[in-house]
């Protein structure tokens, strides 16, 4: 009776079937080639083509389109941590950041970070396009920011050389046995009182969402589900000496910030 209406509606699904066929490509689908090939144990194998192709990341890397994949939090969860940043006295010290992200997420933080007195913001991250990327938004400060390419489970940095570190969902992108080893480098570039700032996803309350966030991380994140239950970060980096944890939820408990300090 109202075609206009079935045409919608097939036309949605196909628009959003063909944006999830495109994202597969780009995450999950590509680490199942790499294994058929064999070429998972490269340094940086797991890391998808969408994080590592400079053409890819400037399609892809877009305001909106970010704030819609972490369903609109997040400037909420960025704001966690900039409030964090500007409440301490950083004058003459470091931070770090570990791995660029997507999003306006850098350039607050250093901000943030300028505002607190900081000497210099480290961006770190295995890819080189990345660190190229991250350039273009941080060219307001330049002078005040270093880039180095690292790898998040072997920093080069020196123990206890940085005042905080910030990790933005980068931890459910690491395979399992990776992801304490870059726990335990955040912690230990950390010096005495300075804090560890961690986004990641988060185990939702409400059964509904729960359902839809396995579902996603099944396609799209398979190391994202341990994050729940059998690789919680709060509890691998309580287990760590001298470390101690707060946890911010948000948004029914879908993602959360976990502010590590090192106390000793």
């Known amino acids: 009776m109202f075609p ?36 998972m144990q490269r340094e940086a194998a797991h ?3 969408i994080y590592s192709n400079m053409r890819l990341i400037r399609f892809v890397d877009y305001q909106p389109v970010i704030a819609a ?11 966690i941590i900039t409030h964090g940043l500007k409440r301490t006295d950083l004058k003459g010290k470091q931070v770090l950041i570990t791995s660029c992200a997507f999003g306006n997420v850098m350039p607050r ?15 770190a991250d295995i890819i080189q396009n990345e660190l190229d990327h991250a350039k273009g938004k941080l060219a307001d400060y330049t002078g005040r920011v270093d880039y180095q390419r690292d790898n998040a489970i072997a920093m080069k940095q020196a123990d206890n050389s940085v005042s905080a570190n910030i990790i933005f969902f980068l931890l459910h992108e690491l395979p399992h046995h990776l992801k304490g080893e870059a726990l335990k480098e955040a912690v230990r570039v950390l010096a005495p009182g300075g ?36 690789h919680d970060p709060v509890q691998q980096l309580q287990a760590m000496p001298g470390v101690s944890c707060e946890r911010h939820t948000v948004f029914f408990g879908n993602f959360q910030v976990i502010v590590a300090t090192k106390v000793a």
């Open 4 to 39: 206009w209406l079935t045409y919608t509606v097939f036309g949605i699904a196909a628009a959003l079937a063909s944006i999830a066929l495109f994202f597969f490509a780009l995450t999950r689908g590509a680490l199942l080639v790499r294994g058929a090939l064999g070429r």
């Open 47 to 49: 890391v998808y083509p």
């Open 69 to 79: 994949i972490l369903l609109f939090q997040y400037s909420r969860l960025v704001s």
């Open 109 to 123: 933080v250093v901000k943030a970070s300028v505002q607190a007195g900081v000497h210099k913001v480290l961006v």
């Open 195 to 230: 804090k560890l700032y961690l986004a990641e996803f988060h185990r939702p309350r409400p059964w509904l969402l729960r359902v839809l966030s396995w579902t996603y991380f099944k396609v799209f994140e398979p190391f994202g589900l341990a994050l729940w239950d059998t």
